[in-house]
C-alpha cells in the first residue's frame, strides 16, 4: 500500500494534479513546415507546460489521482491578466489520507510568458507560487505554514511530437507543529520532462518522468529522500465553437524506498470565452 505522505510532500502531488495541466488553446505555437497542428497544446498531464491563457479566455481544470484506499484531487482556474504575457490562476487542493479527509494547503499563482515558441526557441513561462496553510496537519493534507513554489517549465515541438521539461522548487520555513518540537525548514526540488505524441490533431499519447527530492526529519536527523514517477497517458480534446472540452487519463507508476506504487489520474478540463 502506498505510505501516506507527510503533509509538506503532498504540496508536489497536489499541485501537480492541477497546474502542471495548461491552457487548451493558450499561445499558438510554431507549426513545423508540412505538420499538421497539436489541436490540443495543453498536452501534458504530470508535467507543466509554457503556455498561458490568450486574452478572454480563462479555463477549469480538475484532477484526481486514486490509490489504494486514498486519493487526491484539486480544482483550479487559470485567468489572463489581462492578456497572454499576464496569468493569474488558483489551485485548490483537497483529498481523502488514512487520516482524514478535507481541504489542502491553497496555492494562488503567477505565471509570466517570458518567450513564445518558435522554429527556433522553445515558449518559456516561469511561475511563482503562494501556498497558503488552509490543510490541517492532522489529516496529512495541510503544512502549516504560509509557503513558495518556483517552476521553470520549457516547451518545443519537434514535427508530430512535443517535449515539455519542468525544473523547480518548494520552500516551507521552520515552524513549530501543534503538541510537537519545532519543524525544520524543507527545500524540496522537481525535475520532470514528459513526450506527447499527436496520434490525431485532437488525441495525444504521452510518456512522463517526474524525478522528486525531498527533504526530511526524524530521530536520526536530516535526510533527503528522492521519488521518481513514470507515468503513460493519453489525452482527447472535443472542440465545440468558441469552447474546448479535454479528458485524459494516465497510469502512474511511483518508485520509492518503500518499493513500487500504482496509480490512475484523471484529468478533465472546460476552456471557454468570458468576453467577445
Known amino acids: 500500500m502506498m505510505r501516506v505522505v507527510k503533509p509538506f510532500r503532498l ?22 513546415a ?3 497542428p497539436f489541436g490540443i497544446t495543453d498536452n501534458s498531464i504530470l508535467v507543466e507546460e509554457a503556455f498561458n491563457q490568450e486574452p478572454g479566455i480563462f479555463q477549469n481544470i480538475f484532477n484526481l489521482r486514486l490509490f489504494r484506499h486514498q486519493w487526491v484531487a484539486s480544482f ?43 522554429a527556433r526557441t522553445p515558449a518559456f ?12 496537519t492532522k489529516t496529512g493534507l495541510g503544512s502549516g ?16 511530437l512535443y517535449f515539455h521539461w519542468d525544473a523547480g522548487l518548494t520552500y516551507l520555513p521552520a515552524h513549530t507543529p501543534e503538541q510537537s518540537a519545532e519543524e525544520p525548514s524543507a527545500l524540496n526540488t522537481l525535475i520532470a520532462g514528459s513526450g506527447i505524441w499527436r496520434a490525431s490533431s485532437t488525441l495525444n499519447l504521452l510518456f512522463e518522468i517526474v524525478l522528486e ?63 467577445k
Request: net charge neutral; with cysteine; charged share 20%.
Open 125 to 136: 513561462a516561469p511561475r511563482l507560487s503562494v501556498i497558503l496553510p488552509t490543510g490541517s
Open 213 to 275: 527530492s525531498f527533504e526530511e526529519s526524524d530521530p536520526s536527523g536530516r535526510r533527503r529522500t528522492h521519488d521518481l514517477t513514470l507515468s503513460p497517458g493519453l489525452r482527447k480534446a472535443w472542440n465545440r465553437g468558441d469552447k474546448q472540452v479535454v479528458a485524459g487519463v494516465a497510469f502512474p507508476v511511483l518508485i520509492d524506498s518503500d518499493g513500487t506504487h500504482n496509480s490512475i489520474f484523471g484529468y478533465f478540463s472546460y476552456e471557454l470565452p468570458f468576453k
Open 11 to 32: 504540496v508536489w502531488p497536489l499541485a501537480l494534479v492541477l497546474f502542471l495541466s495548461r491552457p487548451c488553446s493558450g499561445q499558438t505555437p510554431a507549426v513545423p
Open 34 to 36: 508540412g505538420n499538421e
Open 145 to 160: 505554514v504560509v509557503g513558495w513554489q518556483v517552476l521553470l517549465p520549457f516547451s518545443k515541438r519537434a514535427g508530430n
Open 76 to 118: 483550479t482556474q487559470e485567468w489572463p491578466a489581462p492578456g497572454i504575457r499576464h496569468q493569474l490562476s488558483y489551485t485548490l487542493p483537497f483529498g481523502n489520507l488514512d487520516d482524514g479527509t478535507g481541504i489542502g494547503d491553497v496555492l494562488i499563482n503567477y505565471r509570466l510568458q517570458v518567450t513564445s515558441e518558435s
